[in-house]
């Protein structure tokens, strides 16, 4: 059984927060947040943020449990889905570097199903790491995780435990350079230097819940 979960509203921290499942199924869950936030990977210091410009711009400042960079979440700007998955299950794989390479390609399978334009592919390999990439998380290139083009359309990270591993997904449909500017510390990133690193993709959020499900459950359904 797959338990899917629709989460609509709150916050962020909230939603970051929540408990891992008691039983041993898969689950989905689908979070859209009524504010504003940018969050923080685990291994992140709050001090890479600027308090004063998130305060201007009514973000919230959120730490995940999960590692990476800066994510900006909130007000459509993207589509969040966790998927959680139990380390009985057969698409469990110990090695981080390999085991999101099959939520990867559903994502860029439902991608191409909706018709979206452009070279949509799966981050295979290494981490790509440059100058940038440990601040703000769409300026790297982890396994798994798709681009469009030479932007990132999904980002992935993990938390992992005994149990469980909970993929946490964020498809770009508004990349907002300049509020991701604004909200770091270092005045050297710029919004020039952030331009073009997500996608903006005008899609029906409907329709790509429906077809990422789809593309998901078929995976978890099959093994």
């Known amino acids: 059984m797959i338990i899917v979960d ?28 009524s504010q504003g936030a940018i969050v923080l990977g685990s291994a992140q ?34 589509i969040w889905l966790d998927v959680l998955l139990p380390s009985a299950h057969p698409l469990w794989v110990a090695d981080i570097s390999r085991a999101s390479a099959w939520l990867g390609e559903a994502w860029r399978d439902a991608l191409r199903d909706l018709g979206v334009v452009g ?8 981490m790509g790491r440059n100058e940038l990439s440990s601040l ?27 149990e ?15 509020v991701m500017a604004a909200a770091v510390a270092d005045p ?5 230097r952030l331009a073009g690193l997500g996608t903006d993709l005008e899609l029906d ?3 790509v819940v429906d077809a990422v499900q789809w593309r998901i459950t078929e995976r978890l359904a099959a093994r």
Do not use: M, N
Not at 12 to 24: K, N
Not at 119 to 126: A, K, Y
């Open 188 to 192: 050297s990133v710029t919004a020039e």
């Open 6 to 33: 629709h989460v609509i509203g709150g916050a962020p921290v909230d939603h970051h927060a929540r408990d891992l499942p008691r039983d041993a199924q898969p689950h989905l869950w689908w979070f859209t947040s």
């Open 45 to 78: 210091s709050p001090e890479v943020v600027d308090r004063a410009a998130c305060e201007r711009y009514e973000l919230d400042v959120v730490a995940r449990r999960s590692g990476g960079g800066l994510v900006l979440v909130g007000l459509d700007r993207e």
């Open 136 to 162: 703000v998380c769409f300026a790297g290139r982890a396994p798994g995780e798709v681009f469009i083009d030479r932007s990132k359309a999904v980002g992935i990270s993990q938390r992992r435990t005994r």
């Open 119 to 126: 070279d949509i592919t799966v981050h295979e390999g290494p």
């Open 164 to 178: 469980w591993v909970r993929f946490q997904c964020a498809l770009s449909l508004r990349w907002e350079a300049d």
């Open 205 to 207: 959020v409907s329709v």
